[in-house]
């Protein structure tokens, strides 16, 4: 009798956690690798989960993939770990059992942190040694990921006829990370050809039960589940399960009356555990109807009224400004706010804020913003790095932007923090610049990071960074077609000094679906325009510049208006070939920004003027 004939009439009982129970007897490195190193370890927890009462047992492969492996040095034993792991398994089950080969997600909250392309490769050549194997069955577990898991889904079902079995993972009751209803998540693994489709880790049996009660019998799949055996707790920096088998043996009845045909444990499950459930389970009858508990309406969202075009919907059809100045460095704002008050007068579409540039301190953003909303009506155009918030702050960031009605942000990975005034603090980098512009586009659909539903839709207009001053631009271009994929509406570029670069930035990116607001930062003398050309990795001044600064070097006034009328060179061109002109104030110099903004504003004039 295969697997799959099993389910039709018995819940079979599968095997409890390997990794923390691995961890639990004091091993800390690669708990995969044991199966070459340690082959008896494996041998005897395979044994005893056996002995308790699994008859579905798991390989040792979870992590026994390329980019997992790699973590440890041991990439290059893909092969073995996963042929030991199918046989150390067999070995252990003999007749009285079925053996499935584990594979488990890659991706966890970071997205980008690893390609579909590269997931492909590397579950390819996990499955094929488990198959090679001749496993009774695969298991896909841990998958937070819905797109990752039905990737790999799709490639398993296309090489083998065995039985699949397919749990995802979730942050949030009910839902995925990306805000599907698990319902419906299972429904696409059922179509996609999963024999079995449940849920894994993460939740103790509470939650997970409670997720199982809105969740129907399937056609053509049974239910599955594999909950930990609690909530974690961290005790002396380590995560702690509690361990209390006889409730174990109270929940296996109630998952039953879920529906559950193949019941396992995860993280912080022990072989006690898995006894407990055996034992309530032993001459239980699958249910063949179930009451579906409705799932609670979902909170009506309700869309922002915008009261004024998005800065990319504006750069699209006409010229714009915005200028960059940043919070200061030292506490007093006098001289902020009236930078402000002068550029809003200039008639700028938005001011920039720096989020702690060059991972230097500066007074919040999003506390300037607030003092700007009380004073002015110019927006405020908020950046915010994966450097300095972790995945809590940015999204409390991004709630309470939303709340305070900011809704134009700048999503950037950050300067890292060595470079900086203070080089020991943490770079955080929870998240890349890619997966925070994909979590923003996710707040806008009403949908946390991790799926659960945020109550409001937020209407964010994202941009994103460019940067030009690259040795190939050809490949920033890429990463800004890639931060489109993900997002983003428009970019900000770096500040560029020659019309050549000016041009050639123009035919690269000519064919991009986004607009970009092309940087001019006016020079405020020859020792900046130096600095800039020898000490700031791409950026390079033509010879012509250099000594035009370098000329009037000793004369203060006269530096600031030739770098205003260098700036206004730029200007010119810029302003044919782009219509987002973004404008960066030198040290708080916004007399210069709001003289280059003038000047752009007097073109607009006669642009019209020529149109009537
Ligand atoms: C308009 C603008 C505003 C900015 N504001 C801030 C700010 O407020 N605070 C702050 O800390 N920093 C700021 N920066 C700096 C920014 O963080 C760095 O310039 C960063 O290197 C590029 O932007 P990003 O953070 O989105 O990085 P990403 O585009 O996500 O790039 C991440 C990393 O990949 C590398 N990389 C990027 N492009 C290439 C390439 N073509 N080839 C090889 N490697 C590449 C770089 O090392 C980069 O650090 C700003 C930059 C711009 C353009
Ligand atoms: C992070 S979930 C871990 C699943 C795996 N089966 C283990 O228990 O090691
Ligand atoms: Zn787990």
Known sequence: ?????????????????????????GIDNCFEELNITKPEDIFNIHKAYQKAGASVIQTNTYGANFPKLKRYGAEEKVKDINIEGVRLAKKAVGDSGYVLGTIGGIRSFQKSIISLEEIKRSFREQLFWLLSEDVDGL??????????????????????????????SLHEKGVLQDGTPIVKALKILEELGADVVGTNCRQGPYHMLEILEEVPLLDKSFLSAYPNASLPQYVDGRLIYETDPDYFYKTALAFKDQGVRLLGGCCGTTPSHIEAMAKALKNAVPITEKTVKEAPPIEVLSQEIQAQPHLHEIVQEKHSIIVELDPPKKLGVDKFLKGAHALQAAGIDALTLAD??????RISNLAMASLLKDQLKTRPLIHLTCRDHNLIGLQSHLMGMHTLGFNQVLALTGDPSKIGDFPGATSVYDLSSFDLIRLIKQFNEGVSFSGKPLGQKTNFSIAGAFNPNVRHLDRAVQRL????????DYFISQPIYSIEQLEDVYEATKSLKAPIYIGIMPLTGAKNARFLHHEVPGIKLSENILTRMEKIEH??????????????????????????????????????????ANYIKAKELVSIERKI
Do not use: W
Request: with cysteine; net charge negative; hydrophobic share 40%.
């Open 139 to 168: 298991l896909f577990e841990t998958f937070y990921d819905l797109e990752e898991l039905k990737t790999v889904l799709e490639i398993a079902r296309h090489e083998t006829d065995k039985p699949i079995v397919t749990n995802v």
């Open 1 to 25: 009798m295969g697997l799959l004939e099993d389910l039709q009439s018995k819940i079979l009982i599968g095997d409890g956690a390997m990794g923390t129970l691995l961890h639990a007897h």
């Open 481 to 488: 077609e890639k931060k489109v994929d993900c997002g983003a």
């Open 356 to 361: 702690n540039s060059l991972a230097s301190p």
């Open 555 to 596: 004369d203060k006034e006269q530096s600031a208006k030739e770098g205003i009328l260098l700036a206004k060179e730029l200007i010119d061109r810029a302003y044919e070939l782009f219509n987002g002109l973004y404008l960066i104030t030198p040290f708080m110099r916004y007399e210069m920004t709001v003289e280059l």
